[in-house]
């Protein structure tokens, strides 16, 4: 139990496009679901958080007009990188969380590259 | 603000040799302690949410323990296939967002 699935696995892109990333709760249903951010060698970074049928709380220092979330059920949340440019590319993964409990439960990660 | 540190940030064992990480934290009154493990490439794999000094959980090597200031997770005569790098993370009681350590490499050699 507790799948979480990420769809791309990977993603190339050219500069200025925008790429849409979905994060989807496979036998549960998510409250709250969570998106993070990962360069080589460092730790999550949490970008935002959002509740189904709410708008996205985003960390300091995360533009909401580049990263758009949307949490349209308690299964799916997706996330859209707006006018993609390489400082852009990294490892995006997503996490959700059941209602009543506390445990987040991960995605695989997308990788995003950023031509 | 919400602290997580985990030491040792790598470590290197052999084929049975047991060892034990560690992470201190600090929270405002903590609503859980929980440790994930990453591959490379992957995202985090759940293993243990702990939620009260004192409380340990096991599954199958892995033994994870708390106390008020720091949580230990220990294996016991590792594979190769527990290398992975190993996070450590805590929520706050008025909050779900996790705050994670930087991590411990832990790389065991046949």
């Known amino acids: 139990g507790a799948v979480v699935s990420q769809h791309p696995s990977w993603v190339i892109c050219k500069s200025g496009t925008s790429v849409k990333i979905e994060c989807r709760s496979l036998d549960f249903q998510a409250t709250t679901m969570f998106w993070y951010r990962q360069f080589p060698k460092q730790s999550l970074m949490l970008m935002a958080t959002s509740n189904e049928g709410s708008k996205a709380t985003y960390e300091q220092g995360v533009e909401k007009d580049k990263f758009l979330i949307n949490h349209a059920s308690l299964t799916l949340s997706t996330l859209t990188v707006t006018s993609a440019h390489p400082e852009d590319s990294s490892f995006y993964i997503c996490?959700?969380?059941?209602?009543?409990?506390?445990?987040?439960?991960f995605g695989p990660g997308t990788r995003l590259t950023v031509l | 603000e919400d602290q997580v540190t985990q030491s040792p940030e790598a470590l290197r064992l052999q084929e049975g040799e047991s060892s034990s990480l560690n992470c201190s934290y600090t929270?405002?009154?903590?609503?859980?302690l929980f440790w994930y493990r990453q591959d490379p490439g992957k995202g985090p794999e759940f293993l243990f949410t702990l939620y009260s000094a004192g409380e340990e959980k096991e599954k199958e090597r892995l033994k994870a323990t708390l106390t008020k200031k720091e949580s230990f997770l220990h294996i016991t005569a590792p594979k190769p296939e527990d290398s992975a790098t190993y996070l450590c993370?805590?929520?706050?009681?008025?909050?779900?967002?996790?705050?994670f350590g930087a991590g411990t490499t832990v790389t065991v050699r046949a």
């Open positions: 929270v405002s009154g903590l609503r859980g």
């Open positions: 996490s959700a969380r059941d209602r009543g409990r506390d445990t987040q439960y």
């Open positions: 993370a805590v929520t706050p009681a008025n909050d779900y967002k996790l705050s």
